[in-house]
């Protein structure tokens, strides 16, 4: 196994092999690298229980750390997915809400692990990124009103004048 010069590491009470295994079913370039089995009992864990897993989402390379309980997933860190249009945007929110995850605000959700995901359409971040102020103010309005990005509601937003 090659190992990344930087990796994000993702701590799990004990489900790291689970989740590297749902991320890899459900996004394209993911997959499950090596899984490894603690040498001796460790906190939070046994001897040969899973320690650790190496694997990538979209070809981001992550290590999942079966740490115990000790430390909690938050939104001070998420993973970003830049959508192609509403077909991509739903098959990946509903993967993610309908496997024990949860909605939010703005394009955010959780997986059931705790790591939060923002779905976001590419053309509600160029619209952010527009040099037109009008632009990004309509699309920053609009999508404060959503959980799950509306491609097309963006779309008319931007449209309006």
Not at 140 to 160: L, P, S, W
């Amino acid at each position: 196994m090659n190992i990344p010069k930087n990796t994000i590491c993702l701590w799990y009470d004990k489900d790291a092999e689970e989740a590297a295994h749902f991320y890899a079913s459900v996004f394209p370039d993911s997959e499950i690298e090596a899984v490894h089995s603690a040498p001796t009992d460790f906190p939070g864990g046994k001897k040969d229980d899973v320690l650790t897993v190496h694997f990538t989402v979209l070809g981001l390379p992550c290590l999942g750390l079966n740490g115990g309980d000790t430390f909690k997933q938050s939104e001070a860190f998420s993973f970003q997915v830049a959508t192609d249009d509403q077909a991509e945007t739903d098959r990946y929110w509903d993967a993610i809400v309908g496997n024990g995850g949860q909605e939010s605000d703005c394009g955010w959700c959780k997986d059931k692990w705790g790591v939060s995901w923002q779905i976001t359409p590419r053309v509600l971040s160029e619209a952010m990124n527009s040099t037109d102020p009008g632009v990004s103010e309509r699309a920053f309005t609009a999508m404060m009103t959503m959980q799950k990005i509306d491609v097309a509601t963006i779309e008319q937003a931007i449209a309006d004048n």
